[in-house]
């Protein structure tokens, strides 16, 4: 496992990491507390540290839930990258940027994870309205200066963005999560220039275009009803798994899809980790090769 400064937090990330919006349920499959505990000490004897969670991931923080139970009692060897303001899923309501409801959010964050402390604490793909808030931001910067929280992020909902990369010295973000993928490469014009000049940590998210660029699916595949690509339109659908398989031609004959696409991502020596979602102790192993891996 290779490991690379999370820009100006000069923390150590491994360039893999784990990504678990799927532990919420909505990838077509649900987790206990028995599989993410064998993944998470698989991922340990890996040498993977980095995890991406979300207040918002499952009802009552149950993506939270899963891996505040399964670092229980080594906390401090990983790094916990979590969200706030998208919280569809809890009782707080839909969008909950305002400080106060933010702070009730970082509370429960801790609770459901374990924890006195957040490495990384993102604002979870808002609009630019419910960024431009000085007074949210100076309430997270007191949560810093409390040691609830080591380091601000901004998770950017899409990979266009430029207003909000472009004023995160501003508001004291250090990390910016964004897409980036062998079909969404925009983040490269848009966000990776941004994180040069202000020395973001940057964590590429989406690596394999949903699963796309793993290679298994054709166009015309109807997803279950509980897996969240059964959300898209079709036709929607069908042209992003078109274009993951045009971008696959290029692939290696030597490296497997989804490897070959996680280090693709991380040729950019401005990414300091990919978020591969994760379902399964094969994925997991797989994905954990592309560390290793130089394009
Ligand atoms: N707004 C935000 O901040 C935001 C939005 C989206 C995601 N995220 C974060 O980013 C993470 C990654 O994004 P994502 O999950 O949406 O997309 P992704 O990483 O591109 O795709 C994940 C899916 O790919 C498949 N997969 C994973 N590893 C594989 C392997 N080795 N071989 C074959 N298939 C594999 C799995 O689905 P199947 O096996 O079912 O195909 C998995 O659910 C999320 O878990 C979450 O932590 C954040």
Known sequence: MQYRRLGKTELSVSTVGLGTWQFAGVWGKQFDQ??????????????????????????????????????A????????????????????????????????????????LQTDYIDVYQMHSASNDLFDNDELWTMLDKQVQAGKVRFLGNSIGRPNNKFQPKRSLEFGISVIQTIYNLVKTQAEETVFPFAQEQDLGVIARVPLASGFLSGKYQPGHEFDSHDVRSWRPQAGLDKEINAALVALEQKPADLEPAVWANAWCLRQARVAAVIPGLKSLGQLELNALSSDISL
């Open 34 to 71: 028995r599989e993410v505990n064998r993944l998470f000490s698989r991922a340990a004897e890996l040498g993977i540290n980095l995890v991406d969670t979300a207040e918002c991931y499952g009802l009552d923080h149950l993506s939270e839930q899963f891996i505040g139970n399964a670092v």
């Open 73 to 112: 009692g080594q906390r401090e060897k990983w790094i916990i990258a979590t969200k706030f303001g998208h919280n569809s899923a809890n009782k707080l309501g839909d969008e909950n940027c305002q400080p106060e409801q933010v702070l009730l959010q970082l509370e429960a964050s801790l609770d459901a």
